[in-house]
Antibody
Framework: QVQLQESGPGLVKPSETLSLTCAVSGYSISSGSYWGWIRQPPGKGLEWIGNIYHSGSTYYNPSLKSRVTMSVDTSKNQFSLKLSSVTAADTAVYYC??????????WGQGTLVTVSS | DIQMTQSPSSLSASVGDRVTITCRASQSISIYLNWYQQKTGKAPKLLIYTASSLQSGVPSRFSGSGSGTDFTLTISRLQPEDFATYYCQQSYSTLWTFGQGTKVEIK
């Protein structure tokens, strides 16, 4: 069974960088598939942040592209998200997911990140 | 970006009811449309992929149809565990986008 688990600070100060990691178990990242990050502000809908392939190739949502960096560590079977210059608008539950072809079939439980001083 | 619009935004229904949720894309997306169910405090769960394929383990009372710009999610007989928010999502373009969600509440 594929499982994903997000981890990282739950509180980030404005203008700083949000950093999250998604640990994958039950499936080797090196086997293929894209790996994605999605966020959901409290009480609102879902926004796709971007994807990364095991080779390290990435695609970022153009609306966030200037602030987003994703990376993958195949030795640890995990991938990461960095979002710089955060503001209160970046407060959200952040999910990681496996993107299998045309759909996301496995999701992490999500982690709430609050941007506040 | 491809805009996805769901209707209704919310609905009230009773156990046993047939429920239909629609999703419209701002341009043709062929069959690249997925449906997710999200319960409060939980991650979205894939129900239907590529418009009409049922994800493994999902009850057969869920079905999807459509192509091009108009899609439908149907729950044939609503069960207590189906009260949740449902999202459509297109995977036609490189940037995946979601509908705003449809909240299914108990009448």
């Amino acid at each position: 069974q594929v499982q994903l688990q997000e981890s990282g600070p739950g509180l980030v100060k404005p203008s700083e960088t949000l950093s999250l990691t998604c640990a994958v178990s039950g499936y080797s990242i090196s086997s293929g598939s894209y790996w994605g990050w999605i966020r959901q502000p409290p009480g609102k809908g879902l926004e796709w942040i971007g994807n990364i392939y095991h080779s390290g190739s990435t695609y970022y949502n153009p609306s966030l592209k200037s602030r987003v960096t994703m990376s993958v560590d195949t030795s640890k079977n995990q991938f990461s998200l960095k979002l710089s210059s955060v503001t209160a608008a970046d407060t959200a539950v952040y999910y990681c997911a496996r993107r299998l072809g045309d759909y996301a079939d496995y999701w992490g439980q999500g982690t709430l990140v609050t941007v506040s001083s | 970006d491809i805009q996805m619009t769901q209707s209704p935004s919310s609905l009230s229904a009773s156990v046993g009811d047939r429920v239909t949720i629609t999703c419209r894309a701002s341009q043709s997306i062929s069959i690249y449309l997925n449906w997710y169910q999200q319960k409060t405090g939980k991650a979205p769960k894939l129900l239907i992929y590529t418009a009409s394929s049922l994800q493994s383990g999902v009850p057969s009372r869920f079905s999807g149809s459509g192509s091009g710009t108009d899609f439908t999610l149907t729950i044939s007989r609503l069960q207590p565990e189906d009260f949740a928010t449902y999202y459509c999502q297109q995977s036609y373009s490189t940037l995946w986008t979601f509908g705003q969600g449809t909240k299914v509440e108990i009448k």
